[in-house]
């Protein structure tokens, strides 16, 4: 996962790109980074070339002022791609990133392999009332407290107090928990309440995917989710796939908001099996005949 950095708009923006093969695409979600992909990355690039960026405003980018939509990510992806001289990829989206991913592929669906879609957003109004409650006012001065050094050291200290009485965090604990760190300065907190504020307001999700993805060229589409997803919930792929065509819903038992973190070796061999099936049209080709006698 050794990183490196181009410049795209004026700022660094931090990926990693490793192996060779078809591309492979992740995109993170709120408050993620590319060090969430980083088992996959492993168990993919001995056949596979693996794009693995830290969106603007997350991880290791730049935090600039500006355009943090939805439509912006997407074009950002676009010019990584044109700078690595790679035309096509199938994109894999968790959350935030399953609505960049679908953007991307209603912008430029010509560069679409296939869609890849874990506890996306873009599917439903229903949302956690945390992430609901960053677009109130004074949300900002909320953050800078909360987010602060001395209360996130203290925070840390029971975390580590209740593992040795026999408490695990489980992936979705622990992944919140490290991207909640990450808002310790003001330019990461800015840039986290830009783009949660770019796709969610008080009464949810603000942006849905359903008309476009309807409308859009035929590729195959997968979609992940957890059975006890407390973010985003369940359901919404379940509703997804009758309404979007092509598209097939594995659902993780037990898993939360991150079952690619839950079970990553079942995941990477449902990616590859996906990435193995052929195209929509010739997954809808009836079997050859088979000749009796």
Same mark, same amino acid.
């Given at each position: 996962? $050794?990183? !490196?950095?181009?410049?795209? =708009?004026?700022?660094?923006?931090?990926?990693?790109?490793?192996?060779?093969?078809? &591309?492979?695409?992740?995109?993170?979600?709120?408050?993620?980074?590319?060090?969430?992909?980083?088992?996959? %990355?492993?168990?993919?690039?001995?056949?596979?070339?693996?794009?693995? +960026?830290?969106?603007?405003? =997350?991880?290791?980018?730049?935090?600039?002022?500006?355009?943090?939509?939805?439509?912006?990510?997407?074009? $950002? @992806?676009?010019? @990584?791609?044109?700078?690595?001289?790679?035309?096509?990829?199938?994109?894999?989206? =968790?959350?935030?990133?399953?609505?960049?991913?679908?953007q991307f592929f209603y912008l430029f669906p010509g560069r679409v392999d296939r869609l890849v879609?874990?506890? $996306?957003?873009?599917?439903g109004r229903e949302v956690n009332l945390v992430l609901r409650s960053a677009t109130l006012p004074?949300?900002?001065?909320?953050?800078?407290?909360?987010?602060?050094?001395?209360?996130?050291?203290? #925070?840390?200290?029971?975390?580590?107090? &209740?593992?040795? #009485?026999?408490?695990?965090?489980?992936?979705?604990?622990?992944?919140?928990? !490290?991207?909640?760190?990450?808002?310790?300065?003001?330019?990461?907190?800015?840039?986290?309440?830009? $783009?949660? /504020?770019? %796709?969610?307001?008080?009464?949810?999700?603000?942006?849905?995917?359903?008309?476009?993805?309807?409308?859009? +060229?035929?590729?195959?589409?997968?979609?992940?989710?957890?059975?006890?997803?407390?973010?985003?919930?369940?359901?919404?792929?379940?509703?997804?796939?009758?309404?979007?065509?092509?598209? /097939? #819903?594995?659902?993780?038992?037990?898993?939360?908001?991150?079952? =690619?973190?839950?079970? +990553?070796?079942?995941?990477?061999? #449902?990616?590859?099996?996906?990435?193995?099936?052929?195209?929509?049209?010739?997954? &809808?080709?009836?079997? +050859?005949?088979? &000749?009796?006698?």
């Amino acid at each position: 996962m $050794t990183p !490196r950095t181009v410049r795209l =708009h004026g700022h660094d923006l931090s990926f990693v790109d490793s192996g060779s093969g078809p &591309a492979l695409l992740f995109i993170h979600g709120i408050l993620g980074s590319r060090r969430q992909w980083s088992r996959l %990355v492993d168990q993919l690039d001995d056949d596979h070339r693996v794009l693995v +960026p830290d969106l603007f405003g =997350h991880g290791d980018s730049a935090k600039p002022l500006g355009d943090y939509s939805l439509s912006a990510h997407a074009a $950002t @992806l676009r010019d @990584l791609l044109d700078h690595l001289g790679i035309d096509r990829v199938t994109l894999v989206g =968790h959350s935030l990133g399953g609505g960049i991913a679908m953007q991307f592929f209603y912008l430029f669906p010509g560069r679409v392999d296939r869609l890849v879609l874990i506890a $996306t957003g873009g599917l439903g109004r229903e949302v956690n009332l945390v992430l609901r409650s960053a677009t109130l006012p004074g949300a900002e001065q909320v953050l800078s407290v909360v987010a602060s050094a001395p209360v996130l050291s203290k #925070v840390q200290a029971l975390g580590q107090l &209740a593992t040795k #009485v026999g408490w695990h965090p489980g992936s979705d604990i622990s992944a919140v928990w !490290r991207g909640f760190t990450s808002l310790a300065d003001a330019e990461s907190r800015r840039a986290f309440l830009a $783009t949660t /504020r770019s %796709v969610i307001d008080i009464g949810g999700q603000s942006i849905s995917a359903h008309d476009r993805l309807e409308d859009a +060229p035929p590729v195959p589409i997968l979609l992940v989710w957890g059975s006890k997803d407390r973010m985003i919930p369940a359901w919404h792929a379940i509703s997804a796939q009758s309404s979007v065509p092509h598209c /097939r #819903v594995e659902l993780f038992e037990g898993a939360g908001h991150f079952p =690619h973190l839950d079970d +990553p070796d079942r995941f990477t061999r #449902v990616l590859r099996d996906f990435v193995a099936s052929g195209s929509v049209e010739e997954q &809808a080709e009836p079997p +050859p005949d088979v &000749a009796l006698g």
